[in-house]
């Protein structure tokens, strides 16, 4: 027996109210700190399966829209800073914007390979052209595998001041 999909009521209120609450954010741009970062406001509509695959493409295209806006901002008298943007998938929810302030930091922070953590660089795919979107930031994709009382597999796809080699 076919299961019937309910549309999921109030996405494109949900939606408004979430990009409404991105477009606030604003840095403290304090270089004291290593970093600091954004989570994806809102509850985690955006990642269930009834979430239209358009909604979700407006939730991308907005994600990297902040990064770009966030890195136009960047004041110049900033020793380091970087301003990379994550989306998690399948767990959208989980998507990060991350301003480092740390250059070691930073540079450690894509290193993960212990026996809790794996990250694995993704070769030949690129999230956006799986979308159809367009957009001049840097992209980087990793397969993650944490390692817990289960194994748990899922992509993250950096995006802005990152290193592409």
């Not at 829209?65 to 998938?89: H, Y």
């Not at 250059?103 to 794996?118: H, M, P, S």
Request: charged share 35%.
């Amino acid at each position: 027996m076919d299961t019937i999909r309910k549309k999921q009521r109030g996405q494109n209120r949900k939606l408004k109210r979430m990009f409404d609450d991105i477009d606030k954010f604003q840095p403290d741009w304090n270089n004291d700190e290593r970093y600091e970062h954004f989570h994806v406001p809102s509850d985690p509509f955006i990642e269930s399966e009834k979430t239209t695959n358009q909604n979700k493409k407006k939730f991308y295209e907005k994600w990297l829209a902040t990064v770009e806006r966030l890195m136009k901002e960047k004041p110049q008298d900033i020793v380091f800073c970087k301003i990379v943007g994550m989306i998690s998938i399948p767990d959208v929810w989980c998507s990060e914007i991350i301003i480092f302030y740390d250059q070691e930091y930073y540079e450690a922070f894509f290193k993960r390979d212990c026996a809790y953590q794996t990250w694995i660089k993704i070769k030949n795919d690129s999230f956006l052209k799986r979308k159809q979107i367009q957009t001049p930031l840097k992209e980087a994709g990793y397969q993650q595998t944490i390692r817990d009382e289960d194994i748990y597999q899922n992509e993250l796809w950096f995006y802005g001041d990152i290193d592409v080699r």
